[in-house]
């Protein structure tokens, strides 16, 4: 009789474990993209990917910034940008640092969303904190260019690049952002 309430319980047990797990409360968590392979894949994807990923992302791609900053450009990088006639490294962004929250938020830089290729959207998103893809672009386009120290009298026309290896990158007056970027950077905000 011992014998049988113990496999009784055995049986019990095994059969809540496995109801959990296929119920997923045991499974293990799938792992999304790396960095790179959001970066260099379709950026919409990243809307279904958690605030938390897309802001670790965020942090991922702010980090390497820092190791890279002021190198020539030897390989990959987040942020390269052309600095008289040279590639280098970007200065690196601070991994809590807020892009939407521009200090050139008054406008004094000139921007054009204008350039060929794909266009900005104009659609609002949770995604983007409630903001439009143009509308977020623009904070963040604002953040980048004032913390690189770039003047530049003329407009800066702000491309959308989706699909590149890079975060964003600013070359001969255009600075050209990643789509995938601007999910990894309204993650951040997140309140």
């Known amino acids: 009789m011992l014998e049988a309430n113990v496999n009784t319980r055995t049986l019990i047990s095994s059969s809540l474990l496995l109801l959990t797990a296929a119920c997923g409360a045991g499974s ?29 992302m965020f942090r991922d791609v702010a980090r390497t910034s820092l190791s890279q900053a002021g190198q020539r450009a030897t390989g990959q990088m987040v942020f390269p940008m052309n600095v008289n006639g040279e590639f280098v490294a970007a200065p690196g962004i601070d991994p809590r640092m807020d892009l939407l929250m ?73 600075l ?8 990894m950077a309204t993650a951040t905000a997140a309140p």
């Open 28 to 56: 293990i968590p799938v792992k999304g993209p790396s960095t790179g392979q959001a970066l260099t894949g379709t950026a919409e994807w990243l809307e279904f990917e958690a605030p938390v990923a897309r802001s670790e």
């Open 102 to 174: 521009s200090a050139d938020a008054g406008g004094a830089i000139q921007l054009s969303f204008d350039g060929r290729g794909d266009r900005w959207s104009d659609d609002r998103r949770d995604s983007f904190q409630g903001l439009s893809e143009r509308e977020a672009v623009e904070l963040i386009a604002r953040s980048l260019i004032q913390h690189w120290g770039v003047s530049r009298a003329n407009v800066i026309r702000v491309d959308r690049v989706a699909g590149a290896p890079y975060a964003a990158a600013y070359m001969d007056g255009i």
């Open 176 to 183: 050209r952002v990643n789509p995938a970027f601007v999910y």
